[in-house]
């Protein structure tokens, strides 16, 4: 298993007075759940008492999650005013998301705009893609396009149109082609640490205070297939 974050390896991308944007690892959870797990959260707020020397309890808003197996760019608000607009921002999709995904089947086509009706399944904590909708299904909807071709595998690039449970794994799988290492919806094997090539690449938003526009690229993990990309 990869060493999670903790203060002193925490991969910050951006950082001023109202946000912090860092760059998650696999396994690591972005808020505690229960698991007991030390959340992702958690250290940044620790990295940002060290350094900033703060007395007292640090203020940190989690704005929006990753799964634990997904690396990628996460943000959080350092102010309750940040937060606020950051909230507003991510809910009304005005921000441009784009993920990278690497899966064995390719694609039915070279890129495509995949839209499903996504209903969750609170027991097993997946959902379901369907082509109709179904009673408590959600609209979902993405694009990708194949951006490189390796050896026994596809890179693929995703922007997401909205933000359901699992649903780039859950649409991916839908299609044939699930994300390696992701047992959950249909891969057949699991990855070494326990992840899944699923990375949250690139985020385009404009700062909730500054009003300036910001464009976050994280790096992908290192390992292999990730570099051949």
Do not use: C
């Not at 900033?52 to 997904?70: A, C, I, Q, S």
């Not at 919806?185 to 699991?190: A, E, V």
């Not at 404009?206 to 910001?214: C, Q, R, S």
Request: glycine letters at 6%.
């Amino acid at each position: 298993m990869k060493t999670l974050s903790n203060k002193n390896n925490l991969q910050v991308l951006h950082e001023d007075n109202h946000i912090i944007v860092v760059n998650k690892r696999v396994g690591d959870i972005v808020q505690g759940d229960k698991t007991g797990d030390k959340p992702l959260s958690e250290v940044v707020k620790e990295y940002i008492k060290d350094k900033y020397n703060k007395p007292g309890e640090v203020f940190l808003g989690v704005v929006h999650r990753l799964d634990r197996p997904t690396t990628g760019i996460v943000v959080f608000a350092r102010t309750s005013k940040a937060l606020t607009r950051l909230n507003e921002m991510f809910s009304n999709r005005e921000t441009q998301k784009t993920y990278w995904a690497v899966v064995k089947n390719k694609p039915p086509k070279s890129e495509d705009k995949l839209v499903h009706y996504l209903k969750r399944n609170e027991k097993n904590n997946t959902s379901k893609a369907h082509i109709k909708e179904v009673p408590e299904s959600k609209l979902a909807s993405l694009d990708y396009k194949i951006i490189k071709e390796l050896n026994n595998y596809f890179a693929l690039e995703i922007n997401l149109h909205t933000g359901r449970h699992h649903q780039i794994r859950a649409q991916l799988s839908a299609i044939g082609s699930p994300i390696k290492g992701d047992l959950k919806y249909g891969f057949d094997r699991s990855n070494p640490d326990g992840g899944i090539h699923l990375h949250a690449r690139k985020l385009v938003f404009t700062h909730p205070v500054t009003k300036e526009n910001i464009q976050i690229i994280a790096p992908v993990p290192d390992d292999v297939i990730w570099r051949a990309i």
